[in-house]
């Protein structure tokens, strides 16, 4: 039974001063007041609507015995797959199967992904194979077919999407019934009211102005409830809110960052958190990455606004602890970059995580614990401003989603929130939704709309992968 690795890298390096980071979260030199911002506008978030198509492949199965440390995708009974809105007094989603004594979904040291086979989204294995019939080398095809075997998460990016939740995880506890182990699924809880407000790319649906909270609340967060509910004897790991928390802690007063939509963040993160407390869900809040608040004072920032959330939602018994680099491109660790590094103390996720759980230790969460997102951070020196988060050329596939890989302090796993080659934001200027950084000089301008599949984009990050593919 593994346990977390709890390993001080650099609580002295990432404990200084702040530097010179620009206090209104574009990056760039600016400020010396320590505040350092730094890069971030939209972590990369913005980097990452990923529609959820959600879809599953009915043909889908699996390949017999898994390892409990690898994926696999299962397979779906068209049957029997539960649609839209599930009763969880009545649904057969909660459990059973022929597995004699039943599964125990018990995490153990609490931890989701230990112990425990990764369930594939067969919506992402579809798009693979979309770009596998693509090309005809067959060394690259071998490649892209082990993407295939990689958990990536479930997005929840619109109201729709909701609906087809339910598919995916009856799909996830189908190979649990088969493989008689847990088999844990990830998905991300992303369609807040003015969402995003610091970039375009990603703006949702919701908007405060046009009942967006009560929207929020009744006909995203509380579906959503509901189909937990009715899935509880799984494990279920869930991101909450990209880009939410974080744009409060720095960019509070630019864009469409007013007083009015961070006060809609603090409460409707709260009550998606107060919501969906229950046992067999791990909750994760996003706390942005190094590039973002590696700074002391934004450390400091972030922990506190994390700390007043909880507390607002009731201190839930399942908020397992914080997600960074969603979406993002920050490697685990390095010692140069192109860009400057604006005297960020934190160079890398690494780092990061040991600073914010002593900023968060600070706030009385010192027993929380961290996923790293490493979907596309395998390379680094691709882009020239440590704030440049949409679709960065020469990207590549990172660490495979592992549990309790060590390396820093309560850190749970690695795991792939950002699909790898769902787009970023589109490329071309005057398009919906255009982002100037995602017309930058180290940005992929061919991208289709965030979310969309962006073939190209998905063999360079197939190609470039570190480890190797």
Known sequence: MATSVAVILALTACGGDGGSGDTNG????????????GTPTSSGVGAGTPTSTGNVDPTTTSTGNVDPTTTSTGNVDPTTTSTGNVDPTTSAASGGGNCSPAVDITAPSGNPFADATLFVDPGYVTKVDSSIAMVTDTALKAKMEKVKEIQTAFWLDTISAVSKLPAYLDAALKLQNELCKPVTALIVVYDLPNRDCHAKASNGELHLNENGAQRYKEEYIAPIKQILAAHSGQRIAAVIEPDSLPNIATNLGTENCDEATAQGYRDNVAHALKELNMPHVYQYIDAAHSGWLGWPDNQKKGAKIFAEVIKAAGSPANVRGFATNVANYTQLSYSTEKYDQQSNPCYGELDYVDAMASALSAEGLGDKHFIIDTSRNGVGNIRDDWGYWCNNKGAGMGQRPKANPGGATNLDAYVWVKPPGDSDGVGQSGQPRYDSFCGMPNADTRAP?????????????????????
Not at 26 to 37: E, I, K, P, Q
Not at 451 to 467: I, L, R, S, T
């Open 26 to 37: 574009t990056g760039g030199g600016g400020n010396t007041s320590g505040v350092g911002a």
């Open 449 to 469: 709309q965030a979310g969309q599949w962006f073939h190209d984009y998905f063999v360079e990050c197939v190609k470039n992968a570190n480890p190797p593919l």
